[in-house]
């Protein structure tokens, strides 16, 4: 039995693979799959709620005492329907674009402080590190595309968890 701790940006094309070959090396495996990410991911190694962890190490909290082997790097994409107000004004700053209806994945606090630091150097107003920045936050990405079609909302994540909105042109 294994427990595979992830986010979930690495579900698709990183956990989905991996459990594809460990279920074809050991037949009688049993895998559980946590797709958390609010939980700080050393302290779910730590206590022994997971025993391999997938996913954005970045920015927790140390980890000497962990065995960490970088995948890959991946952008963020942020996408809305055609025709959306997002789109009248070219190009949108950060600033411009939290006055929208926004629905994100849950940020870490990396991400917030981030994001605050580039609207106050975009606007010159100094924006709190906890500031809220999307009225969603939300790790189910087809909810997040569904928001996106049916209610205005900017989303973002991955590139790959909107191929199928953004080939069909239901999303840009």
Known sequence: ?????CGPLPTGNIVS?????????WKDIEIRVQVKADIDPVLALRS?????FIGDM?????????????????KMQLVAAPGHPVFLSSPCSLADLVKHKVALPFLH??????????????????AAPESRFQQVTCDDFMLLVAL???HQFV????????ADSLETGKLC
């Open 17 to 25: 693979p991996l459990i594809g070959v460990l279920s074809k090396q």
């Open 155 to 162: 989303i973002g994540g991955c590139p790959e968890h909107f």
């Open 58 to 74: 970045t920015h927790t909290t140390t980890f000497d005492d962990l065995e960490l082997m970088p995948l890959r790097r991946h």
């Open 109 to 126: 606090k990396y991400w917030r402080r981030t994001f605050a630091t580039q609207i106050h150097l975009e606007t010159g107003q100094k």
């Open 148 to 150: 996106a079609e049916a």
């Open 1 to 5: 039995r294994i427990v595979i701790g």
């Open 48 to 52: 022994g709620e997971v025993d391999l």
